[in-house]
């Protein structure tokens, strides 16, 4: 069944052309996004809605449905506006369905949005570890999910990019090459994996944003990054990106030598949020890890969001009844003693 709400002329092209063919979306694009402008609260408060999923054959629909009543996220809000959702896609592994976010959730989120009266769906991403994103889709599987629904996708690794100030100020970066969609899409949707990571300790709805960034600008894997420290960059891309919603999903993630080496992990969840820190925040506490510990999130404490468990407002199901600890790596530095509860 064809996705409603995405009014496209239906054309005779192959696979290969309709996911390229979708690439000009963006292009004439111009302008800029909100801003976060580094502010400081220190009395900030946001909700996360955890749901029990235990597979992918569930009906994740109606989890977004209950997240998005819990969240507050209406047809009022949503009507009209385009969507991007940006998934973890980092390489072309078929049947490894822990390294990239599964094409069931994507899907699901595109129908949930499309319920609330959304205009346009959309689904762009830059690999970062393979320059040809239309075979990591093949192989992923979401590419028949695209095609099949007639989902446009945006290979943001090419496209054409307008100069930001970068507001977050951490990396010696003094403005962001941001993708043209950015410009035209009235939400941005980070849709993440719950992985550990051998830089980052994690890698959630935060670190899932180096995928916005074109790798014409910034090399694989992203290369300028990894230079001006991770870290650091994750901090600047979320302060001058502003995403405005983000997605978990944490059905069956990766541990270990994540994002790509890892071992899957079944936490049977998905998690949402407005707010990334606090998202984030709450996936690490499922995970068993101390978001205190994990040097990007303690660095958004009271600047991107909060990440204090009191500040945080946990709708649907509680951390303790879904905590299902992952295996971290003491030979990996940035896993090194950031269990919760460890000294």
């Known amino acids: 069944m064809t996705l409603r709400g995405n009014t496209r002329k239906k054309v005779d092209w192959g696979r290969r052309e309709f996911l390229l063919g979708s690439l000009g979306w963006g292009f004439a694009a111009s302008g800029g996004l909100s801003v976060l402008g580094g502010c400081t609260k220190r009395d900030w408060r946001a909700d996360t809605f955890i749901a029990k999923v235990q597979n992918y054959e569930a009906d994740i629909v109606s989890a977004f449905g209950k997240g998005f009543r819990e969240l507050a996220v209406g047809a009022e809000e949503i009507k009209g506006k385009r969507i991007l959702l940006k998934p973890n896609?980092?390489?072309?592994?078929?049947?490894?369905?822990?390294?990239?976010?599964?094409?069931?959730?994507?899907?699901?989120?595109?129908?949930?949005?499309?319920?609330?009266?959304?205009?346009?769906?959309?689904?762009?991403?830059?690999?970062?570890?393979?320059?040809?994103?239309?075979?990591?889709?093949?192989?992923?599987?979401?590419?028949?999910?695209?095609?099949?629904?007639?989902?446009?996708?945006?290979?943001?690794?090419?496209?054409?990019?307008?100069k930001a100030r970068n507001l977050g100020r951490q990396s010696r970066l003094a403005t962001l090459t941001l993708p043209?969609?950015?410009?035209?899409?009235?939400?941005?949707?980070?849709?993440?994996?719950?992985?550990?990571?051998?830089?980052?300790?994690?890698?959630?709805?935060?670190?899932?944003?180096?995928?916005?960034?074109?790798?014409?600008?910034?090399?694989?894997?992203?290369?300028v990054f990894h230079w001006e420290g991770i870290d650091r960059c994750i901090f600047d891309i979320n302060a001058t990106v502003k995403p405005h919603f983000a997605i978990v999903d944490g059905i069956v993630g990766m541990e270990g030598d994540g994002p790509i080496m890892g071992n899957p992990h079944h936490a049977g969840v998905i998690v949402m949020g407005r707010n990334l820190p606090a998202l984030d925040a709450t996936c690490a506490r499922i995970m068993g890890i101390d978001p205190y510990k994990v040097v990007h999130l303690a660095a958004s404490s009271g600047r991107l969001g909060p990440i204090r468990e009191s500040d945080i407002r946990q709708r649907g199901e509680r951390i303790a009844s879904v905590r299902t600890d992952f295996a971290l790596?003491?030979?990996?530095?940035?896993?090194?003693?950031?269990?919760?509860?460890?000294r």
């Open 89 to 162: 896609l980092i390489e072309p592994h078929a049947g490894a369905g822990h390294i990239n976010t599964h094409p069931g959730v994507v899907r699901a989120a595109a129908e949930a949005f499309l319920r609330l009266g959304a205009s346009e769906v959309l689904v762009g991403e830059g690999p970062g570890h393979s320059r040809d994103s239309v075979l990591v889709l093949e192989e992923s599987g979401l590419g028949d999910v695209l095609a099949g629904e007639h989902i446009p996708f945006v290979d943001l690794n090419y496209e054409p990019g307008y």
């Open 180 to 223: 043209a969609t950015l410009a035209r899409a009235d939400w941005v949707v980070s849709v993440a994996k719950m992985k550990t990571h051998h830089w980052a300790g994690v890698t959630l709805s935060m670190k899932n944003l180096f995928g916005l960034m074109p790798g014409i600008y910034y090399g694989w894997p992203k290369n």
């Open 329 to 342: 790596l003491d030979r990996i530095h940035a896993q090194r003693g950031i269990r919760l509860g460890s």
